[in-house]
């Protein structure tokens, strides 16, 4: 039979553990929220870069089709998919392009908003009033189809550089 001194002993190494693995998993969820957060943020930024530049794009130029088309030239550039124009992208492409073709067109027709007043670019759907949200439900169904978030393809491993010393 222990001793009481022993019971006592076991008991407090019994709280030990219990402590030490209440700080692992507060630790492990703090980490995760961090990682979360992390994401957001990087995410936040990447559409910030993506629809701030097709933004800049659709003002410098008033013909639709044309601005429609150097937007996503752009994007794409960027992405790292294509080095000219849209024709570089497969066939695969083509749900893509369906869905930021009619956000590129927002974003020209906030830019110029008397063309599409005045009818000179007729469409035959309503423009999409936010471009934002839209780009939000296209990162949605991107993420769903493809399995991974849209604004993941703009990461790019950069290899470590070394350091010289001379």
Known sequence: MPSAAE?????????????????RSVRAEVEA?????????????????????M????????????????QLVALFRDIGWI???LDELGEGARPLLDW???????LHATAFPAAAEDGEAPTDEAPIADPIAAFRAFEAWYE?????????????????TPLVEF
Request: proline share 6%; aromatic share 6%; with cysteine.
């Open 7 to 23: 019971t006592l002993i076991a008991r407090l190494q019994a709280d030990c553990t219990a402590a030490e693995a209440a700080e």
């Open 144 to 160: 769903a189809d493809r399995g991974q978030p849209f604004l993941q393809v703009f990461e790019r491993y950069m290899p470590p």
């Open 33 to 53: 929220q961090l990682k979360e957060a992390e994401r957001v943020r990087a995410f936040a930024w990447r559409r910030l870069s993506a629809l701030g530049d």
């Open 83 to 85: 080095d000219g124009g």
């Open 55 to 70: 933004a800049r794009i659709a003002a410098l130029e008033p013909d639709r089709e044309l601005a429609v088309e150097r």
């Open 100 to 106: 930021l073709r009619p956000i590129a067109e927002a």
